[in-house]
């Protein structure tokens, strides 16, 4: 299966993806972790993605695609792949398209994880996440074991530096204005799948929402 897991910021994708890929087995690429480990890195790169992504803007598409084609050259497997935040724009899309077409691939389905505004606020300003592994925590739905340490790993959990209020309200509108134009891009395509899953559930439900949507998406490949 390749699929694109889409929805706004702090609507669970990242949660949710890591469930899936221990279900399904297929490789999982996050743009937006993939960008913070090169800013991380405090490249010359890195630091022209701080840029925007501490601005809630989305990074231009050119740098995007370069990155991303790469990263996805190097783990598109038979297990299939899951892409997490990539495509965020239809340029990219397009992009994306090509790449595949090009290596005689293509898509399985897109799947739209659907979150309102005033719960992805909240969700992202209680957003903690384990420098070390990753794994996402939030302060009152999916809390750590012990305080702020990650149960895997015991080390501190941290808050991202674009998860404040109003970085948020930016990615929100860069959402809603750049990367909503992707759903329809890819909506009644042949042999591409699209699944709305109602993300404002406790997350063993979207999870079970996304299991049986992706069963399904299987049996029609
Ligand atoms: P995204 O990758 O879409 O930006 P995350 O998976 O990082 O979103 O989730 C954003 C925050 O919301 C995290 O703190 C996470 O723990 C929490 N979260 C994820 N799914 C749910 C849910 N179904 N209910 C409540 N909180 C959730
Ligand atoms: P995320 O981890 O998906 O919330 O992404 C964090 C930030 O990284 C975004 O707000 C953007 O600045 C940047 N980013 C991640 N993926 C993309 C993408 N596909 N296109 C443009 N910018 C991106």
Redesign the pocket.
């Known amino acids: 299966m390749r699929i694109i897991l889409m929805g706004p910021?702090g609507a669970g994708?990242?949660t949710q993806a890591k469930r899936l890929v221990d279900k399904f087995g297929m490789a999982h690429l996050?743009?937006?972790?993939i960008?913070?480990a090169e800013k991380a890195g405090g490249s010359a790169l890195g630091q022209k993605l701080a840029e925007?992504?501490n601005a809630?803007?989305?990074?231009p598409d050119e740098i995007?695609v370069e990155i991303?084609a790469k990263a996805i050259t190097s783990c598109d497997s038979p297990a299939g792949l899951l892409l997490?935040?990539?495509?965020?724009?239809v340029a990219?899309a397009e992009a994306l398209d090509a790449q595949l077409d090009q290596a005689g691939k293509s898509l399985d389905g897109v799947v739209v994880i659907t979150a309102d505004e005033d719960e992805i606020v909240e969700r992202i300003t209680g957003r903690r996440s384990c420098s070390d592994c990753g794994k996402v925590y939030h302060v009152k739905y999916l809390r750590p074991q012990n305080d702020n340490l990650c149960d895997k790993c015991n080390v501190q959990l941290v808050q991202r530096a674009?998860d404040t209020e109003g970085v948020i309200r930016q990615?929100l509108a860069?959402y809603n204005l750049q990367t909503e134009p992707v759903i329809a891009y890819y909506r009644g395509r042949p042999n591409v799948q699209t699944l709305f899953v109602n993300g404002t559930q406790p997350p063993d439900n979207v999870t079970a929402d996304l299991v049986q949507g992706l069963e399904q998406l299987k049996t029609e490949m």
């Open positions: 910021p994708k990242g996050s743009s937006g972790d960008f913070r925007y992504m809630g803007q989305l990074v995007v991303m997490d935040g990539f495509p965020r724009t990219q674009d990615r860069a």
